[in-house]
């Protein structure tokens, strides 16, 4: 892993990554206005600008000078606060995210992500305690046989996937919608401290400072998506953010199963029209293994820890 926040001026490493969160910025300042990714909207996934010259595909018209003198602000923030930044052209930027058409130029990250593609685990926020524990069981399964584990730090399950892998013993990745300078929801801040404890990880698109604003979580779910060969859908409802995180996930030609063992109340639904589209029902993590089709998922064969 390099080096957190190379200093802006100490060369062409620093002035890429400067210029790199200068278009993140501008690219998330564009999509408030908008509603819209200009990038993938503008230039898709084959001119998306990462690799080759920074500029290469970028709409004209892009005031850098400007957004480069608040991303060295922005930089020298998050040295300040231990957090480390990769950009898109970094060796260290986890190469399964280039197969989404519109990967984040940069990510904001604490602690160490790990090499293997993770499993995501995603779920409502509302679960009945048989639910909870079930989800919870099955990512300490999934964690035993070395998976990383991906989710977004929410409220019901995804807590739940975070919680099961640190009693697998495994790593957990949490991808959040807010700056790494804040935990959201704060009650989860022992839960942060405790997945960097234990080897994890916490990303972020967005810079420090920035709040949980409703739009931020959608672009967090496709992050949570691109880090995992596969997601495991639990309990959820037909319209809620892990139906989006599903669609995305299909829409990326990630195989998603359902979690599901009956007894989940009113978020039961979104499980139910999965499967009426053919998604596999598991219970245990060997179901998981079986259902997305591999004996190692990532090319590496499976062995269960200890």
């Not at 998050?78 to 970094?90: N, T």
Request: hydrophobic share 40%; charged share 25%.
């Amino acid at each position: 892993m390099p080096e957190h926040c190379a200093d802006p001026s100490s060369g062409r490493e620093g002035s890429r990554k400067v210029r790199f969160l200068a278009l993140s910025l501008w690219r998330l300042e564009q999509i408030v206005r908008s509603g819209r990714d200009p990038f993938f909207s503008v230039i898709g996934d084959a001119g998306f600008p990462g690799s080759g010259s920074v500029s290469s595909g970028v709409p004209a018209g892009i005031p850098l000078e400007i957004l480069e003198e608040k991303a060295v602000r922005v930089l020298d923030k998050a040295k300040r606060l231990g957090i480390m930044m990769i950009a898109i052209d970094e060796p260290a930027y986890p190469e399964i995210l280039l197969r989404l058409p519109d990967p984040p130029l940069v990510l904001f990250l604490r602690g160490v992500l790990p090499e293997r593609p993770g499993i995501a685990m995603v779920g409502t926020r509302r679960p009945t305690v048989e639910a909870r524990r079930g989800f919870e069981s099955l990512s300490a399964g999934l964690s035993r046989f070395g998976f990383p584990i991906v989710s977004g730090l929410a409220a019901g399950l995804d807590a739940a996937a975070h919680r099961g892998a640190l009693l697998g013993k495994g790593t957990t990745i949490a991808v959040v919608g807010t700056g790494l300078d804040r935990v959201y929801p704060d009650v989860h801040r022992t839960l942060a401290e405790e997945i960097l404890a234990n080897g994890g990880a916490i990303v972020s698109e967005f810079p420090p400072g920035s709040p949980p604003d409703g739009w931020h979580f959608p672009f967090r779910n496709r992050i949570v998506v691109g880090l995992s060969a596969g997601v495991v859908a639990g309990p959820h409802r037909r319209a809620s953010g892990t139906s989006v995180t599903v669609r995305r996930a299909l829409g990326e030609g990630r195989d998603v199963v359902v979690y599901d063992r009956g007894g989940f109340g009113d978020t039961k639904e979104g499980p139910e029209a999965l499967l009426e589209q053919g998604a596999r029902r598991v219970s245990s993590a060997e179901d998981v293994i079986l259902a997305l089709g591999e004996t190692g998922i990532g090319g590496k064969e499976v062995r269960q820890n200890g």
